[in-house]
Nanobody, 119 residues
Framework: QVQLVESGGGLVQAGGSLRLSCAAS????????MGWFRQSPGKEREFVGN????????YYADSVKGRFIVVGDNAKNSVYLQMNSLRPEDTAVYYC????????????WGQGTQVTVSS
């Protein structure tokens, strides 16, 4: 069974940093884009950032640009979200996602990890 497993969430004070990890496991498969999303209570799930393996190109939501960094380890089929200068409004459940077909939509999702930023 193919799955994405996130880790690294927790409680941090505003201004602090956290690093989330996402590892793909299961039978051998390829991912083309790996991304991070988040969802706060009462809000829609929103895009945070992603990494395209073929180019190494990363893309970020305006709300996190300059503060969050997506880093990938292709050999481990893993992606990381380094979150710096955290704000209370970054509090959310963070999800890792991947596309398993070229040009396809995100079709593989992790279970989510809670990030709470206290003021």
């Amino acid at each position: 069974q193919v799955q994405l497993v996130e880790s690294g969430g927790g409680l941090v004070q505003a201004g602090g940093s956290l690093r989330l990890s996402c590892a793909a496991s299961g039978r051998a498969f390829s991912t083309y884009v790996m991304g991070w999303f988040r969802q706060s209570p009462g809000k829609e799930r929103e895009f945070v950032g992603n990494l395209r393996w073929s180019t190494g190109y990363t893309y970020y939501a305006d709300s996190v640009k300059g503060r969050f960094i997506v880093v990938g380890d292709n050999a481990k089929n893993s992606v990381y979200l380094q979150m710096n200068s955290l704000r209370p409004e970054d509090t959310a459940v963070y999800y890792c996602a991947a596309t398993t077909t070229p040009g396809g939509s995100y079709d593989l999702w992790g279970q989510g990890t809670q990030v709470t930023v206290s003021s």
